[in-house]
C-alpha cells in the first residue's frame, strides 16, 4: 500500500503513549499522534528521523500521524499498528502469501470468540473457514532476531487461545507476523518479556494453529510484503 506524502523530522520523545513531539526539517516542533499501544521498544530513540502523514480533516484534533521511524541509524520500521492488516489484506487478495492462498473470499474485522474480530476470515466452499490474526513485529534485538510482544499482552495471548478453540471446532487458523521492521530476519516469542505469551504460542501450536512470518518492504513511499521469514519457538529465543 502506498503512504499519502509523508513528511520527515526529528523525534524529540514519545509520552503518554499516543503523542509525539516531533521537530520537522524546517524547524517547527509539532505534536503527533502516535497509532501505536505497545512499548515501541527500540523504535523510539532519541533524535531518531521519523516520518509523519498529515491530514486535512479539520475535525482531527491532531493533524500528523507519526508513521515510520529509522531505527539505529540504518533499518526503517513502520509504527502505525493500524496499517499491517491492511497491508497482510491486500497481499492475500494479490496471491503473494502462499499459505493463505486459493480462498475465494476475504473478510475483515469478523466477530468470532469471546467479543473478538478476527483480522481476517477466508472461506472458500472446498476448504474449511481460515481464521488469520495478524500481529505487528517491530522489535529488533540483535543478529537481525525480531520478538513479539514487545510488552505483556493478556490481549494476545486471549487471541491465541481463541484461535485453538477455532481449530478444535474443524476450521484453520493461522497466527501470522507482519514484520515491519527491514532488519529483521526471523521472529520468536519474547519469552523475556512475556513468558506467559511465549508458553501460550507453543501450546496452541501443538493444537495446531498454524505461524507464519512475512517480512515488509519498507520506505517513505509505500509499504508491502515481500517474503517469507523463519519462526522459531520461545525455548530457542532470549532468556
Known sequence: MHFSELIEGRLIKRYKRFLADIELAHGEVITAHCPNTGSMRRCQQDQARVW??????????????????????????????????????????????????????????????????????????????????????????????GYFPDAVTERGRKHLYELADMVKAGHRAVLMFCVSHTGIQSVAPAQHIDPKYAAALEEVMAQGVEVIAYRAHIDTTEIYLTESIPVTLSSLSKN
Do not use: M
Request: glycine content about 8%.
Open 52 to 145: 509523519v502523514s498529515k491530514s486535512d480533516n479539520p475535525k482531527r484534533k491532531l493533524a500528523y500521524t507519526w508513521e515510520i521511524v529509522e531505527v539505529d541509524e540504518q533499518f526503517l520500521a513502520c509504527i502505525n499498528t493500524g496499517l499491517p492488516n491492511k497491508v497482510v489484506g491486500e497481499a492475500i487478495a494479490q496471491g503473494k502469501v502462499a499459505e493463505l492462498s486459493g480462498y475465494s473470499a476475504q473478510k475483515a474485522e469478523v466477530k468470532y470468540g469471546s467479543g473478538s474480530r478476527i483480522d481476517w476470515l477466508l472461506s472458500d466452499e472446498h476448504k474449511p473457514l481460515c481464521y488469520v490474526e495478524v500481529k505487528n513485529v517491530t522489535l529488533l534485538e540483535e543478529d537481525g532476531y
